[in-house]
Every structure is written in C-alpha cells, then in structure tokens.
C-alpha cells in the first residue's frame, strides 16, 4: 500500500496514530483544536460524526496536506454519555457505572479531501461488557493516570484489557478508530492505493 499523497490524522491519539500505521497507512498528525460538546439535542451519533467532520477541516484549514482524517470516541452508559474523565474522581466514577455492565463505544469518523472537497465518513457502534470490578481494581487502574485522557475512562488495548469480559463488533472502534472503515474510506478517495 502507498499513500498517494499526504494523509493528516487530525488527532493527538498515540493510539489512532498507531492503529493506521498497523494497516501500513503512514500519517502526520496535527491534533484538532475543536472544542468537543454536544448541542442541545444532539444524538451521540450525530455528535461523533459532527465532530469527526469539524475536527477534519479544522486541521485542513491550518495544515498543509490533501487528505484529513477526523475522529471522535465516546462511551455510552445507558443514557450517559462518557467523554474523557476531568480528573481521578470523575475516572472512578466512570468506571463503578461500567462495572458489571454493557456498553456502546461509538466513534464518528471522516476523511476528507481538501483537493476536491469531498469526504467519507460514518459512525460505528461496538458493544462491550465489562466484567464486576472491585474497588481496589477501580482505584488501581486510576492511579496509572491511564483512564484520564480515554473515553469511558478506560484502554481496552492496556491495563484495562483484563476488565473486559467481551465484545461485539469493531476492536479497533473501541480503541479509537474503526480501522476497516476508516482504510475503505481512504481507498475509495484515492488516498491509498494497493
């Protein structure tokens, strides 16, 4: 696979980073500066590709490039939606509410062609469920200051793999950025090819 021309990840995520260059897809990374809430209203679908789409051109509009790859993650919790922890507290608060439980991790993607003005994007859901976790464990995990800069408040691919008792659907989503769309996407803007 080579890459056609320059492909920007808009996204300081080591993880999203990492991921794409697991597919061979070699990125620069500029991280968005878009403000991440909800509107009134907003569905957390509409809201994950909403800023998926912003936080694409928000990089387009200050890097130079021609392809820009936006993505935002979040966990939701039956009604709760589960953005990036503030601090330890919010962190263990987060994790007592997944403990035991079910959840959906969504994340809105895009790329975005500033040559032609074109993009691609979606959302994709995976389901997750964690096992009955402990306080200790809770308190454990928090004190590595690993939870506090991830959705949920947790890294299915670091020291909170072991909570996870399953899931269904995209690894990768839960990770940050659903790989098979997001490399589909790219092929089909010509950004890459075989």
Do not use: C
């Not at 991280?31 to 800023?51: C, D, F, H, I, W």
């Not at 051109?57 to 939701?76: E, H, N, Y």
Request: glycine share 10%.
């Amino acid at each position: 696979m080579y890459a056609v021309d320059t492909i920007v990840l808009a996204s300081g995520s080591p993880r999203r980073a990492a991921l794409l260059a697991s597919a061979g897809v070699s990125v620069t990374v500029a991280p968005s500066e878009v403000a991440e809430s909800a509107g009134p209203g907003e569905s957390p679908e509409a809201y994950v590709r909403r800023l998926a789409g912003a936080k694409a051109r928000d990089a387009a509009s200050r890097t130079p490039g021609r392809f820009f790859i936006g993505a935002d993650t979040v966990v939701l919790s039956g009604e709760a939606m589960l953005g990036k922890p503030t601090d330890s507290a919010e962190a263990a608060r987060m994790l007592r509410g997944l403990s035991g439980r079910t959840h959906l991790v969504l994340t809105g993607y895009e790329v975005y062609d500033r040559t032609t003005s074109r993009a691609l994007g979606g959302t994709v859901s995976t389901r997750v469920r964690f096992k009955t976790l402990r306080q200790s464990e809770i308190m454990a995990y928090v004190a590595t200051g690993e939870p506090l800069d991830k959705a949920g408040a947790y890294g299915i691919q670091e020291g909170a793999a072991y909570m996870v008792e399953r899931i269904d659907g995209s690894y990768t989503n839960v990770v940050g950025l659903p790989l098979a769309e997001v490399v589909e996407a790219l092929v089909r803007l010509g950004a890459i090819a075989w």
